[in-house]
């Protein structure tokens, strides 16, 4: 499966930004979703995962409550809203798939397709 992140941009603190992943080559459906960030000279570092229906979702803490990962499998597109965003969410935005909703969902190792990444970022 191919993916593709959009979405990105310059926003100020507070505001939000929706990136999307759109999914081509395979049966979108059947993957589950990661979102990963990686801000300048640090580690990548999970966001947010969806299991195929879009029924489970999993989030990093530092996330929790700001953002949502939903998913449209009709448009073979997995969506991240970011909402309440901070300087600390400016990133590089990565989405990924497997065809396993692992139990270590937040790790990169459980993802064995990458898209290109998104840049997010916030000013304060």
């Known amino acids: 499966v191919q993916l593709q992140a959009s979405g990105g941009g310059l926003v100020q603190a507070g505001g939000s930004l929706r990136l999307s992943c759109a999914a081509s080559?395979?049966?979108?459906?059947?993957?589950?979703v990661g979102w990963f960030r990686q801000a300048p000279e640090k580690e990548r570092d999970f966001v947010a995962a969806i299991n195929w229906s879009g029924g489970r979702t999993y989030y990093a803490d530092s996330v929790k409550g700001r953002f949502t990962i939903s998913r449209d499998n009709t448009k073979n597109t997995v969506y991240l809203q970011m909402n309440s965003l901070k300087p600390e969410d400016t990133a590089v935005y990565y989405c990924?798939?497997?065809?396993?909703?692992?139990?270590?969902?937040?790790?990169?190792?459980?993802?064995?397709?990458w898209g290109q990444g998104t840049q997010v970022t916030v000013s304060s």
């Open positions: 080559g395979r049966t979108f459906s059947n993957y589950a």
């Open positions: 990924a798939a497997d065809e396993y909703y692992s139990s270590t969902r937040y790790s990169q190792d459980s993802y064995g397709y």
